[in-house]
Each structure stands twice: as structure tokens, then as C-alpha cells.
């Protein structure tokens, strides 16, 4: 028997991601606690209590444990040691505190796949001139902790370029330059008893400037044999953490026919936010059952669909503006989420556009129509 609330979720990071994941636990009668350190931040409004602190703080993670039930986070920018320090004293944190650790360390994580067999990018664990020369030019060097949305990604198409990376070099790493590959993902969950469920692939675009996710399209146009291989690699993947959650599974896939795996999200994930309307279960309340221990809910498709993110454009910060709301929603199938951020900054995600067709271009179309008639920025009065 249960009581409200059913249980009481602690999210690490108030973003969208977080913001998101509340309006599936309010179905399920599901209170979400929030320390995120913005007292402005997405999921701040809709949060049952909303704490304000560093995520690297240990009191602050301590505080939120002890009005939980459970843990989980929608950011990897955290204290894993604090993480870990609770859980030894009794915190139920989902995915668990080593995973975090081992998943943040983008280098870790290399080793940690390739030592269990998944397939990667060959990589190197210095950037040098030597391993740069082995790897061929161009190679990519990798920021071994913090890099997203293009982020701590250089490509280096020369040693000069190489050595002339900021920072120290153990705080990067190197990995062969894969060219034309295709970048697919496999969005995989894994309950509490080590039962597994996939979602079809997606297919991520890529912003040509800014190398950062601009849409995808849901489920990725693969052939029957490498979806195959790529479901079987993704699930490797996430079973080799034996933990609780929702995985977001980047992969490679090369012109040879090769998936690799680029890199995982312990979370729910841009690439995932089209299944909100086009699947049985969203990946937002499929985490959620994943980290309460509630079983699984399917993944079938229900329509093929598209997602495109909505940027924040210019070069200024400051106050949100949104123009062209009543255009896009005017817009037959057109779905638009907002994603109640209070200030703008150029390249900032803001919200998204989704829209549901008989095939993906249809959808793909139908929501790059929505998203270019909004306009998220900083703009002076009329």
C-alpha cells in the first residue's frame, strides 16, 4: 500500500531536464525535491520544494537526501565523492555514485567501456605530439571533465594545434578524427531488478557552427542489421554499470558499417525529448520509474516525430524575449516547449519544437517550420 506522496524524488540540477521530469511524477503522485544553485532555474517553479546551493556542496547534497527517498540528477556536474559519501551512510542514489564518477571522467569512461568489450573510437590518454602522429591528423581532443553542447571538444588538425590546448594536458585526451560518421542514439533503461528496456534510435543533427545537438529525428532511417548491432551495444553498454536509470547512449557509426559508442548520459537526454509525443512512455517518466523501482513502461513508438531545439539567438544576455509564439503554434501538429528559463544568452537551449508525421521527414519539416517562427533572445522594446 502507498500514501501520498507515493515517494519523495531528490533531483540533482534544476534545468529543463529536471523541469521536465516533474509533470510525469505528478501523475504519479510522485513528490521531486530540486537543489539546483539558480534560484531562477527551469524546474524551480513547478519543484514540490526547491533548494538553492552549489551542486558540489556536500551539505547542500546532504540536505536534499535527507527530504528524499531517493536521488537522481539530471546534470553530471557534480560532487561524486560527496555522491558516494551519502550512499555509504545510507542515501538510495539512482544511477549510483560510481557510475556518476566513472561516467563524468570522459577518459574513465573510455577505459571503463573498452576494458569491458564495447567497442570505442581508438582513443589516447595523452595528448601528445607522439599519440597525435599515431592517431593521424586531423584527431579530436577531448576535455576529460565538464565539455557539453560542443564543449571541451577541439579538433586538431595540426600538432601545433595540438599542443596549443588550454589548460594542462592530463586534462585532455585524444581520439581518432571519424569522418562522415553518422552520430545515432539509443536511449536504454534499466530497472531497479536488471530488467532492460529499448527505445528505437534516433538520429542527432548537428548545428554546423555552434557542433551542438539542433534536431533529431525519431526512429533513425538504420539498416536492419546495424539497429541490431547498435541495440546490442547500447544495452552492453548500460549493463556494465549495474545500476538503476534511464541511459542515453551516443554512438558513432562509420562509413566501414562500425558502431562505436562516443560517449553515455546517465539521464534523460536531448535526443530523447521527441518520445514525450511519440512514445508509449516518455523518457522522462521511463527514468522516473527506473530510479522509484517501478517497473518499466513500454517503449513502443507510437508515430515517427522530430525534435528541433530553440536557441537562444544574438550576442547579448539578459531578460528572455519570445517572438513568433501564436505563429508557431498556429501550426497544425506543431507541439512547443518552453522551458521557463528567465534569462537568454546566445546559443542557450530554451525550449524545443516536436511534430509527429507518417514519416520523419514530414515531421522534421512540420517542426523546423514551428521552430523558425519563434525567436527566443534579448530584444529591445518596441
Known amino acids: 500500500m502507498y500514501n501520498y506522496p507515493i515517494m519523495r524524488l531528490g533531483v540533482i540540477g534544476g534545468g529543463q531536464l529536471g523541469r521536465m521530469l516533474i509533470a510525469p511524477a505528478r501523475e504519479l503522485g510522485v513528490a521531486v525535491n530540486v537543489l539546483d544553485p539558480d534560484p531562477e532555474a527551469a524546474a524551480a517553479e513547478p519543484a514540490d520544494r526547491f533548494l538553492v546551493g552549489s551542486l558540489t556542496d556536500p551539505a547542500a547534497l546532504a540536505e536534499l537526501a535527507s527530504c528524499s527517498d531517493v536521488l537522481t540528477y539530471e546534470i553530471e556536474h557534480i560532487d561524486a565523492e560527496a555522491l558516494q559519501s551519502l550512499s555509504n551512510r545510507g542515501a538510495v542514489i539512482r544511477p549510483s555514485a560510481g557510475t556518476l564518477a566513472c561516467i563524468q571522467d570522459k577518459l574513465l569512461q573510455k577505459r571503463h567501456l573498452a576494458a569491458h568489450g564495447i567497442p570505442v573510437p581508438e582513443f589516447a590518454e595523452v595528448p601528445s605530439a607522439d599519440e597525435g602522429e599515431r592517431l593521424g591528423y586531423p584527431c579530436v581532443a577531448k576535455s576529460r571533465r565538464g565539455g557539453y553542447d560542443g564543449r571541451g571538444v577541439v579538433v586538431c588538425r595540426t600538432e601545433n594545434e595540438l599542443l596549443a590546448l588550454p589548460g594542462a594536458s592530463h586534462d585532455w585526451y585524444l581520439e581518432r578524427y571519424l569522418s562522415d560518421a553518422g552520430e545515432p542514439a539509443m536511449l536504454v533503461a534499466r530497472g531497479v531488478r536488471g530488467e532492460v528496456r529499448l527505445y528505437d534510435p534516433f538520429e542527432m543533427m548537428f548545428h554546423p557552427e555552434r557542433n551542438i545537438c539542433d534536431a533529431v529525428v525519431l526512429p533513425a532511417a538504420l539498416p536492419a ?152 533572445g534579448v530584444y529591445e522594446p518596441a
Open 225 to 376: 542489421a546495424v539497429q541490431r548491432r547498435a541495440a546490442e551495444i547500447a544495452v552492453a553498454a548500460v549493463e556494465s554499470f549495474e545500476t538503476a536509470g534511464l541511459f542515453a547512449v551516443e554512438l558513432f557509426l562509420t562509413t566501414e558499417g562500425e558502431v562505436l559508442v562516443n560517449e553515455i548520459a546517465p539521464r534523460p537526454h536531448n535526443s530523447g525529448h521527441v518520445t514525450i509525443e511519440a512514445c508509449v512512455t516518455s523518457q522522462f517518466e521511463q527514468h522516473l520509474r527506473a530510479v522509484c523501482g517501478f517497473p518499466l513502461g513500454s517503449t513502443e513508438l507510437l508515430s515517427p516525430g522530430a525534435m528541433v531545439n530553440l536557441l537562444a539567438e544574438g550576442r547579448s544576455e539578459g531578460p528572455v524575449g519570445i517572438l513568433g509564439l501564436e505563429e508557431a503554434l498556429a501550426l497544425e501538429g506543431v507541439r512547443v516547449h518552453l522551458y521557463g528559463k528567465r534569462r537568454a544568452r546566445p546559443g542557450r537551449k530554451m525550449g524545443h519544437v516536436t511534430a509527429l508525421a507518417a514519416d520523419t521527414q514530414t515531421a522534421l519539416e512540420a517542426a523546423r517550420a514551428g521552430a523558425e517562427r519563434l525567436r527566443i
